[in-house]
């Protein structure tokens, strides 16, 4: 099945440094991709929606210049959480569809990455 | 409904027992409908795509039904093992290739 690798898996930072969490599809290309944020005993929420070729879309209440995406390739999505802090910390984990052409495409989630800022 | 809901929020059953849980979702403009089984350190990983009503779908022990005009799927375990145990996620994605609502989850336990 298609595969989305996500890197990395854990990272510690500094407040008020950046990170950057990056998410490939290994053997189909992805014009969408997908970044969710998992809140402790919560389902994923989606936070944007990344297009190749063209700027990412946010969903409500998620601050564009904290969360910087960028989609430069149909296998590979990044977002960098800028300047981060503690409220940061958080699960990030980004997902791909591979359409095919037909209706009935799950998504594939690549192993997510658990931030923690000190 | 207005959200993808999911019940119950855990579940804790004997190995051997069989279980069933609930996702709901906004039957209007329904598109399709995932399950997802999300075991811990692991990728979440599709376990069934579900789009037409009165879709049943069953892979192994588990299987699941679909009813799009009341904006409801089951998910049922038959013969619950321990490594069933996994948080079991339903999505509810707008287009072909569009974002996905997704559930919270129902966690599920099965004690040898």
Known sequence: GAVVSQHPSRVICKSGTSVKI???????????????????KKSLMLMATSNEGSKAT???????DKFLINHASLTLSTLTVTSAHPEDSSFYICSARNPRGRMDTEAFFGQGTRLTVV | ILNVEQSP?????????????????????FYALHWYRWETAKSPEALFVMTLNGD???KGRISATLNTKEGYSYLYIKGSQPEDSATYLCASPNTNAGKSTFGDGTTLTVKP
């Open chain 1, 22 to 40: 990056e998410c490939r599809s290994l053997d189909f290309q992805a014009t969408t991709m997908f970044w969710y944020r998992q809140f402790p």
């Open chain 1, 58 to 64: 946010y969903e409500q209440g998620v601050e564009k």
């Open chain 2, 9 to 29: 929020q855990s579940l804790h059953v004997q190995e051997g027992d069989s279980t069933n849980f609930t996702c709901s979702f906004p039957s209007s403009n």
């Open chain 2, 56 to 58: 049943e779908k069953k």
